[in-house]
């Protein structure tokens, strides 16, 4: 990826240890490596209620001890009776940090163009955690450190031909490297922060009377916030993931530079490769989604990922489904009632 720099990657490669073969003790070595914090939802707040769509939803607020009050919408069935199986869904990144869980979720107004524009894009147009609910989930989608509620306040600059929000997603484009700059000057990292919310906000969903087990879905930033849930809470039932999976040896230039830095915090590669972070589950249930036409990640990469989860479920076959489709870099409707059915599979009993 370094073009007449290339040597660079060998000599990283020998020198440092890069891509090593997962130990026993890589839960307890990401959480140092990402520099989790310890964060709790607190305060948790409902600030509305309304039913719908064969819907019953709540907007809930809560505190992580910084920052706007993080937002949140708890969706399930109307009609459900007693405790359900609960999925913290999460958004994506998609350079859109004008919004966060409105991405993937309807609450009761309807969505702004911005999104149903990028739903037609990624979704099938889908708001796909409305649709998990109508199928017998309890499903749970915040905003995240840096998106929707949680937004920093930037300048957007001029732009009369573009919508506020999408002038602001292009200074929020600028801004990234400066939040990540800032996360690891403070000893933790763009992607532990991020974890360190999820983390909080899987505690909270399964503190809840109404939830039985809690597993976590994704697609692509979402899909690798859900794989790091998975990775480090030991509480989470099953785990599916959508266009995020590659090993990260096989990428080139054009693909890291299409990433954001939540996909790439210091020290990850010298514990592994990015699909033992992945496997480090195993034997828990896990579903990855390869999106062979998907150009922010290599073919070989996808390959050589499913061989490595493959291997780290030897013992336990039956617990990861690794399935492809021919996409670009999408979680569509057939990828989404496939995630569904194996959720509903596994997902309600997953522990």
């Known amino acids: 990826m370094l073009g007449e720099f290339s040597g ?6 020998r020198g440092r240890g890069l891509f090593p073969p997962p130990g026993p003790d890589l839960r307890e070595r990401l959480r140092d ?5 310890e964060l709790t939802a607190g305060d948790v707040r409902v600030e509305r209620r309304w039913t719908g769509a064969g819907l ?10 910084f920052g706007p009050r993080t937002r949140a919408f ?14 913290v869904a999460m958004h994506c ?9 409105d991405k993937i979720a309807d609450g009761p107004e309807p969505p702004a163009p911005e999104i149903v524009r990028l739903r037609a894009r990624l979704y099938g147009g889908r708001a796909y955690a409305n649709e998990l609910a109508r199928r017998g989930f309890a499903v749970l989608v915040h905003d995240v450190f840096a998106w929707g509620g949680r937004r920093f306040p930037l300048e957007t600059g001029p732009g009369p031909d573009a919508s506020e929000p999408d002038r602001y997603d292009r200074a929020a484009r600028d801004h990234e490297h400066v939040l990540a700059k800032a996360c690891t000057v403070l000893g933790t990292s763009f992607a532990g922060v991020l974890a360190s919310e999820d983390l909080a906000a899987a505690a909270y969903l399964r503190s809840r009377p109404d939830i039985t087990a809690v597993s976590t879905i994704g697609l692509s930033g979402g899909g690798g916030r859900a794989a790091l849930l998975g990775a480090l809470d030991p509480g989470i039932g099953a785990v599916a993931v959508a266009a995020v999976v590659s090993s990260f040896r096989d990428l080139c230039e054009e693909h890291v530079a299409a990433h ?13 490769d990015w699909p033992g972070v992945v496997a480090a589950r195993a034997p828990a249930p896990l579903m990855v989604l390869y999106a062979t036409a998907d150009p922010l990640f290599p073919i070989q990469g996808m390959h050589r990922a499913h ?12 617990r990861y489904t690794g399935t492809f489709f021919d996409a670009p870099h999408v979680f569509d409707r057939p990828m989404q009632d496939a995630a ?9 009993t997953a522990a």
């Open 74 to 87: 708890l969706l399930r069935p109307r009609d459900a009776a007693g405790p359900l199986p609960g999925v």
């Open 56 to 65: 019953a939803g709540e907007e809930l607020s809560w505190t992580v001890g």
């Open 8 to 13: 660079l990657a060998e000599i990283a490669m």
């Open 33 to 37: 490596a990402l520099g989790l914090l």
């Open 93 to 101: 990144h998609a350079g859109m940090k004008w919004a966060g869980k």
């Open 307 to 318: 061989r490595q989860i493959t291997e780290a479920y030897r013992r336990a076959p039956d």
């Open 260 to 272: 954001s830095w939540m996909l790439f915090p210091a020290g990850l590669t010298r514990l592994a």
């Open 340 to 348: 569904f059915a194996w959720l509903a599979d596994v997902g309600a």
